[in-house]
């Protein structure tokens, strides 16, 4: 597993949590290596880029960066806010990430892999421009894991 792919999983998923008519998640972020706490081995990857576009009741993810081997990686997620699990495309390990809306900005978000781990986090925005991502990772080995991902909206 890529440190790259645990960051962005985090991203699809704490994205489909927040599908309202008027959605405070939507636009265009980075991720904010300084202001996060990642777990250990982790780090926000190079050229990372996530659009959040929301029509209706569907929101869409799409996730850019650079992959620890140099490969260029695109991962796209999209669905209603329904609490179904639902596949992010373009990911190996295959991943599904189950959601669901909580309060006026914030999001309850729990991931779910085939390769041994998950999490689950609480996602809001601190401001017009951030947005934090607050969890615990349980990792192949079963340990817990906390977490805090900070992304700014560009």
Known sequence: MSNQYVLLMTCAA?????CTSTSSFSGT??????????PPGQQVPPNFRLVMEETGAVIRTEQTFTADSGEAVKLVWEGA?????????GAAPPG???SCRRGASGAIVNTVSSADWSYVETC?????VRMT??????DGNGKSV??????DRQ
Do not use: H, W
């Open 14 to 18: 704490m994205a489909g949590a927040s």
């Open 146 to 151: 906390p977490f805090a991902y900070v992304f």
């Open 96 to 98: 599904i990430q189950q």
């Open 29 to 38: 972020y980075v991720g904010n290596e300084a202001a996060s706490v990642m």
């Open 124 to 128: 809001s925005m601190e401001s017009k």
């Open 133 to 138: 991502c607050k969890g615990t990772m349980l």
């Open 81 to 89: 806010c329904d609490g179904k699990d639902r596949p992010v495309q």
